[in-house]
């Protein structure tokens, strides 16, 4: 069904997903389709979500089904159910089998969640077209770890069609969208960026020479993070290096904080390693701005929010090939890339550390690479074209991400 756009007609765009501010554990997707939304109306769009009222084992306290305006976008969260792991919401569901018809243009973001299920399967009964935003789930190391076998099947019997069936499907890097080519997905897709307010994120103060402060990890405690690589890293740093000092922040995400905590005490770390929970608002600031560096040694990152965050705050940072921006922080020589090895993650740690004005200077070229590339302005219209570009119906839709 062709959906055309007439040009005094308000864009109403839908954004579905699974969890939604304030459920901040949720990592990077969630902060990242608000401010997506907030800067999409203050471009003149129409923007609602349909989400969940799920937060860990708890629940959101918010107005369960009913329009609820937060920073300008109309949100409507409705009730988790069982099986939670899912996000089954089935008031959801009905919610959008009525309402899709209202919008020009869906754009559902993750995979493997029953709201992505639900609005993929009403888009293409009502007519609608949508935009599948994968969020890395289909890395062949997100497949392959944790029930292969379960995904596999799901990808067979279900999401294979979503993507097949979507009118796009929104990679947030150049590295994510190849990653995914040999899958045999026939839809086209672009690449747009994840980004931030810089105004949000002052640059820290000039650290002292004698005192660059903790490395930080900052992201949820979950396995495919690389701790298992980052800790026994750190301790070849700390017999270089005994004044270095770790803070580890994040939520635990499955009880994996034990195991993390365990390998501590194997290494003998307990004095050297914090762990400050999961940071928020200025205490997340505060964190970011103090560091030497960030430290993110995923095994997987389709983008890493707390990457440009950091580089935003101007702290450098070292991170494992497979955070899949890490080109641009080296292009932009904004940090230190390692492979996913604990010692060759150890030097590049320790070449940080034994250089405080390099660190500076990386700082800086880090933040003018958030000014050029992640900040959310230019962004938003870049999305926004797409969006129109997909209700003209084109013969391709495309858009190079940026690259330091």
């Known amino acids: 069904m062709s959906r055309t756009l007439q040009k005094t007609q308000k864009l109403k765009i839908l954004q579905v997903l699974p969890a939604y501010v304030p459920a901040y554990r949720y990592g990077g997707t969630v902060q990242v389709v608000h401010g997506l939304g907030r800067h999409l109306v203050r471009l003149g769009v129409d923007v609602t979500v349909f989400t969940t009222n799920i937060d860990g084992p708890g629940n959101l306290d918010v107005p369960l089904e009913r329009e609820v305006d937060v920073d300008g976008v109309r949100v409507w969260y409705f009730p988790a159910d069982f099986p939670r792991s899912w996000t089954r919401a089935p008031r959801l569901a009905r919610a959008l ?93 672009f690449v747009a960026h994840n980004g931030l307010d810089i105004a949000a994120f002052p640059e820290a103060p000039s650290k002292q020479a004698d005192s660059p402060g903790p490395i930080l990890f900052l992201s949820r405690i979950d396995p495919k993070k690389g701790l298992d690589l980052l800790i026994p890293a750190f301790a070849q740093v700390v017999a270089v290096r005994p004044d270095a000092r770790l803070t580890v922040a994040g939520p635990d995400n499955g009880g994996y904080l034990s195991a993390v905590q365990a390998l501590i005490k194997h290494h003998g770390l307990q004095s050297a390693v914090e762990y400050a929970g ?55 020589g904004a940090g230190r890339v390692a492979p996913c090895d604990a010692t060759a993650l150890a030097g590049a740690m320790l070449e940080m550390l034994g250089d405080t004005t390099m660190m500076r200077t990386m700082g800086k070229k880090g933040r003018e690479l958030v000014k050029r590339a992640y900040t959310w302005e230019p962004l938003a219209k870049e999305m926004l074209s797409v969006y129109l570009s997909i209700l003209e119906g084109p013969a391709a839709v495309e858009i190079a991400g940026p690259t330091g």
């Open 97 to 189: 089998e009525r309402r899709v018809p209202e919008f020009d243009l869906v754009h559902v973001h993750g995979l493997y969640q029953h709201p992505t299920l639900a609005a993929c399967r009403a888009c293409r009964r009502r007519g609608v077209p949508y935009v599948l935003a994968p969020q890395g789930m289909l890395d062949p190391y997100a497949i392959r770890v944790r029930s292969t076998i379960k995904k596999r099947l799901y990808l067979a019997l279900f999401e294979q069609r979503n993507l097949n069936h979507a009118a796009a499907l929104h990679f947030t890097s150049a590295q994510e969208q190849r990653l995914v080519t040999a899958t045999g997905i026939r839809a086209r897709s």
């Open 278 to 332: 999961m940071l928020l608002g200025q205490e997340k600031l505060d964190a970011l701005r103090k560091a030497a560096f960030l430290v993110l040694p995923s095994y997987s990152e389709n983008f890493g929010m707390v990457v440009i965050e950091a580089l935003a705050c101007g702290t450098p940072v070292v991170v494992s090939d497979r955070v899949n921006i890490w080109k641009d922080v080296v292009e932009a």
